[in-house]
């Protein structure tokens, strides 16, 4: 089995969580990264910011649960702002050097890793600037 990972942006907490159970609205802006777990976005947060690494969940930064379904495991996640910002914020180099950065706390040394967490991050900027553009947030649907 396993777990899928929707970020989509939306105005408000009551509206990402009418998502648990009518499913993502072909309406939102979606972004499907099926291998990028919510709570791996707590590291890159710090590195954008400038934070340390572990201090971003000891300042509340981790994803917050607005819904969920006991039945199916499914649950609706909101990002923080912050991690929205910095995300919308960040320069292409910025992104490359993050996830340079990211690559070795995962253990990741190969130069197509680093790429590919480059692209995934470009991906993510980009989600995250059209939230902030207009006054959104982001949220994680994440299904198993």
């Given at each position: ?11 408000s907490d009551d509206e990402a969580a009418a998502m648990i159970e009518d499913g993502l609205d072909g309406e939102l802006l ?115």
């Open positions: 089995m396993s777990v899928l990972y929707d970020y989509f942006v939306a105005f979606l972004l499907e990264l099926k291998g990028l777990d919510p709570h791996d976005l707590v590291s890159v947060e710090a590195l954008l910011t400038g934070a340390s690494v572990g201090t971003a969940p000891e300042q509340g930064h981790a994803p917050r649960i607005v819904a969920g379904l006991r039945d199916n495991h499914n649950v609706v996640l909101s990002l923080d702002d912050e991690l929205r910002d910095a995300l919308a914020g960040a320069t292409a180099e910025k992104l490359i050097a993050v996830a340079a950065s990211w690559a070795q706390l995962h253990g990741l040394v190969d130069q197509e890793g680093v790429d590919a967490l480059a692209d995934l991050l470009g991906q993510f900027a980009w989600l995250a600037r059209e939230a902030r553009d207009c006054s959104a947030h982001l949220y994680c649907w994440v299904g198993v």
